[in-house]
């Protein structure tokens, strides 16, 4: 069984699996064909793209591979009410799992608020002033939080400081990971761009 | 319960000549030995004990009590009655494990309904009925409130089948309820009406758990039962229980050993979060907590005064960040159990390393177990941090989406005692995520570390190397749950020819044929069960295990999900009952 140039030849062939899988000629079986097997090297591909900590320059050519949710039956096993419990929309990809902080410059504690509970901007905006007993103002389209000396202002997914309020409200929930209501000196040069 | 025919019909057996040969006259008169016998505890000492001689035999079923049957449909209702004279309590488990993870079709079996009605003319003082994975009809409830006047404690884990019409019932006829214990089942929640059914002279509760119910209950109802029920040690209440009610509640039960918050965020005055605080000191009997849906950073300070001699904190329903675990642990020094989301990330579980020296079982479950997208939860640093500080780990549950090889041998190097490994890597067939080997190694350490391990769950991506080790090693192995692994027939054989005590076998998904099954031919009848589904078995391996092995009830569905029509779900079990009649037309019996 001349499996060694074969190996070689496989370890440098261009293709979408993760190196190590499905490619031990010697003890693994031939992938089967029940669609079972299919979503298997699906879930192989898509994990590839969180693995950023670890293997190096393998991640780049499997990110091509855009990540098919193909849900296996039963899996992970969690018990059903589990399931339902923690997650009652569990087919919006686009949501974020739950609570995000809030903090505001000055307050002794910070809060935590549910983005999902809001549908727009104004809602979001009535709901921290109430909470944070303050006021921000009339949010327009130009002239953003005139007459405030507060601004809202959010931690998005790549870890950047953006002000609330610039890109539509879905994508904002998407990737808002935090809210901080800034206030005095360093709000004002917001407000007054 | 070995199928002794002549032990079958006791009368039979000790009216026969060929029994009074064979057993020998008793040193002490039955009545005493009986009384004796009557103080053994466990089914496994009882089940010793009868296997004595033909008098031990007879004594013990006598003085039996109560009996545990792990698959309902490995005896008959009538079996049991005529074995077990005497019974005041009866736990029964109806579906095979997977049927929690949908894998099971609905009506399938395990209904109570047959049991009840045998148990209404032979056992009308039952007073505890404790259910698991059954399916448990409202009529089946009033059946039980109506013809059961000594009906003390029901308790129903992972159920279906009923709504809360059913509860009512309970509620309103069983005048002696000390318990009433609703878990995590599958039920029609259509209102909370069901608390305000206890009459208001019923006073003998002293567990209520209605954590998993979500229809609101009348508040009013709730705080006068409790106020009258002095004896309520255990209150599990659902999340419609606000934080000012759950003071209220805990000032009138300050003495509750176990207790179940409803949600745990709402604006509260500073008065009122004084006034909680203030309960919550009032508590120092507690063992056990959970609930906390919801808790934030504001409020869990409220619970610190009440965490000193905790055993058992169950936050999986509370999605903590890691900071406001540490700070709650913290209080939390002789922590026994702990569950938690995966929400507090390795972070938090660092914490639990530094502040649980005395820790045994630890449970992590997942957030978001289907969003890719997002990169939270544990990694295998979370486990090794808990393994360091932790010595005594005995029980883990443990959900992530990566591991190592090495970080596991380190744990179990660290935590020798495992007798529960349960490693979930929720990516079906992933590697070590810094070798991209397999993960046999992994389990290899597992089973050569931990010589009482009793219960294993593997996950990742496995060969058959995994189950060698497993057959070599894991002598004491009862229960082994196996998804998406191994490479041939040898892995499945390897484990039913090296593991003695192997009980239960479930396998999902993995390519074991026949050839695998019918390897455990003699083994299957010393073990409770077998579940093999999306496997490569076929029909007639399945038909020539049911030949040849008479005993045993080999029962096989059809793979619904499995596009080539060729996949069954197979599941094998010993009884003493023979094929079970009530099988639906989905359910072949060979």
Known sequence: ?193 | MRALPELMDPKRARESPESAVLSRPSAFPDEVLERILSLLDTHKDRSSASLVSKAWYHAERWSRARVFIGNCYSVSAEILVRRFPNIRSVTLKGKPRFSDFNLVPQNWGADIHSWLLVFAEHYPSLEELRLKRMTVTDQSLEFLALKFPNFKSLSLLSCDGFSTDGLSAIATHCRNLTELDIQENGIDDISGNWLNCFPDNFTSLEVLNFASLNSEVNFDSLERLVTRCNLLRILKVNKTITLDQLQRLLVRAPWLTELGTGSFIQELTPRQYADLETSFKGCRNLQTLSGLSEATALYLPALYPACANLTFLNLSYAALQSEELARLLAYCAHLRRLWVLDTVEDKGLEAVGQNCPLLEELRVFPSDPFDEEIVHGVTELGFLAVSYGCRKLRYVLYFCRQMTNAAVATIVRNCPDFTHFRLCIMNPGQPDYLTREPMDEAFGAVVKNCPKLQRLAVSGLLTDLTFEYIGTFAKNLETLSVAFAGSSDLGMQCVLEGCPKLRKLEIRDCPFGNKALLSGLEKYESMRSLWMSACKITMNGCRLLARKMPRLNVEVMKDEESNDGQSYKVYVYRSVAGPRRDAPPFVLTL
């Open chain 1, 1 to 193: 069984m001349d499996f060694q140039g074969d190996a070689n030849l496989k370890a440098t062939e261009l293709r979408l699996g993760l190196p190590g899988t499905l490619n031990e000629p010697a003890k693994q079986s031939p992938p089967s064909k029940s669609s079972k097997r299919a979503s298997l090297e699906i879930y192989d591909e898509s994990s590839s793209k969180k693995r950023e900590t670890s293997s190096s320059d393998v991640d780049d050519r499997d990110s091509t591979a855009p990540p098919t949710k193909a849900q296996i039956v039963g899996w992970p096993p969690i018990r059903s009410y589990r399931k339902n419990t923690l997650q009652p929309k569990k087919h919006d990809a686009d949501a974020l799992g739950t609570f995000i902080k809030v903090s505001m410059d000055g307050a002794p504690y910070l809060r935590k608020i549910d983005l999902k509970q809001y549908k727009s901007y104004p809602e979001l905006l009535k709901a921290l002033e109430i909470m944070f007993n303050f006021s921000i103002g009339d949010c327009s389209e130009r002239d953003y939080y005139m007459g405030s000396e507060y601004a809202p202002t959010y931690e998005d997914k790549d870890g950047d400081w953006m002000l609330v309020g610039d890109v539509p409200w879905n994508m904002f929930i998407s990737s808002c990971k935090r809210l901080r209501i800034m206030r005095g000196q360093e709000a004002r040069g917001l407000t007054c761009l």
